[in-house]
């Protein structure tokens, strides 16, 4: 008889995630199997939970073991896996690609489209994920070796970090002293964007949250400056910035309201990244955006931005605030996430 491990699965389209014993599963040909230190909880989990059914079964067919955010310690190796030994504490970098095409070969594996068409997915979002006592990487390639770090404190790195990192380091050349950055939600991702800006940057960060704790949270990571999130908050922005805007609008939330803030929010020249998933719309026409306005769409990031985002963390520059929850609590972390109510990140520890 194989032996049995519990995972956190996302079982019924429109219920909460249970609890699933599973066979604790076997390393293949090249792949690693890891002990799961931590995995951490996202909002994307959250909209992907909240999707009709026809949609959810397109695309992420339940039931499946939750978690995209995922440390361990490597516990087996597959036949011909090389370059990490037993033992190892690693993080999980999880947009996979095939690792062969023009972008894998640069570290771009979160845009490979060979990924899309052989349907290699992410762990917790279309392959077994990190919300389990064990899990299977594919390849070594996506382990990034932790060192002395906490993995509890450090597995939100590979998104809630991460995909801040990918965003900000593209704007970075409109960052200089003197600029300014808004930034819309702080939560998983809004705290460490935050963090990254005064660390890399020169700019002014002015963040927009709808809750009041939210906000006093954002000063405590950094914001220079902490606004409601409404249409008021344009005005707010100009007068700090001369009347001009800001020179990059983050948005890590894409609701409808939101979208619609960035380019009123936005000076001429700059920089407006939807990370957020909400299903907000923004229509592009001639003069719906300030003059030479860039928009980008950012998704996830590259495998060098991951072991950059965790030599930050190794020196201190940008730390996780988290909240931790045992496995059998996983559904609980999900309600909290959805209520509002987490500081920082929800961190899973089987
Ligand atoms: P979270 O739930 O931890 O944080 C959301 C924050 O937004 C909270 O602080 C909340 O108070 C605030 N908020 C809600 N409505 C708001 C409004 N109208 N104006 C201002 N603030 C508002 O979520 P998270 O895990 O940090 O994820 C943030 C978003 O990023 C989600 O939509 C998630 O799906 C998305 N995401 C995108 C990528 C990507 O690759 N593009 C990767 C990870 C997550
Ligand atoms: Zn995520």
């Known amino acids: 008889m194989s032996e ?87 993080l999980v970098y999880g947009p996979w690609g095939c690792g062969r095409c023009s972008y894998c070969v640069k570290g771009d594996e979160m845009l490979c489209p060979v990924a899309v068409r052989e349907k290699i997915a992410p762990p917790g979002l279309g392959s077994p994920g990190a919300m389990a006592e064990y899990m299977i990487v594919d390849s070594t390639r996506h382990l990034v070796p932790l060192g002395d770090l906490d993995p509890v404190a450090s597995v939100s790195l590979t998104d809630a970090a991460l995909t801040p990192y990918h965003a900000i380091k593209t704007s970075l050349p409109k960052l200089g002293a003197g600029s300014t950055v808004v930034t819309i939600g702080a939560g998983g991702l809004g705290h460490m964007a935050i963090q990254i800006l005064k660390a890399i940057t020169g700019a002014t960060v002015i963040t927009l949250d709808i809750a009041a704790d939210k906000r006093a949270f954002a000063k405590e990571m950094g914001a220079d400056y902490v606004f409601d999130s409404n249409p008021q908050a344009v005005e707010e922005v100009k007068r700090l910035t001369g009347g001009v805007g800001a020179n990059v609008v983050l948005d890590f939330v894409g609701i409808q309201p939101t979208i619609e803030l960035m380019p009123q929010l936005v000076a001429p020249g700059g920089d407006i990244q939807l990370i957020g998933i909400g299903n907000g719309v923004l229509p592009i026409g001639f003069e719906s955006l300030p003059f030479d306005t860039n928009f980008r769409g950012p998704y996830w990031g590259a495998i060098p931005d991951l072991v950059e985002v965790v030599e930050m963390a190794k020196r201190g520059q940008i730390k996780v605030e988290f909240e931790a929850f045992s496995l059998d609590d996983g559904a609980v972390a999900y309600e909290r996430l959805h209520a509002g109510t987490l500081r920082g990140r929800a961190v899973i520890v089987p």
């Open 4 to 90: 049995m491990m519990k995972s956190l699965q996302y079982v019924t389209v429109g219920e909460p995630p249970r609890i699933v014993e599973v066979p604790k599963p076997k390393p293949g040909p090249g792949e690693v199997l890891l002990k799961v230190t931590a995995a951490g909880v996202c909002h994307s989990d959250e909209f992907i939970m909240s999707l009709p059914e026809e949609i959810v079964m397109t695309r992420w067919p339940v039931p499946f073991i939750l978690g995209h955010e995922g440390a361990g310690i490597v516990a087996e190796l597959g036949e011909g896996a090389t370059g990490a030994s037993i033992g190892d504490s690693v």
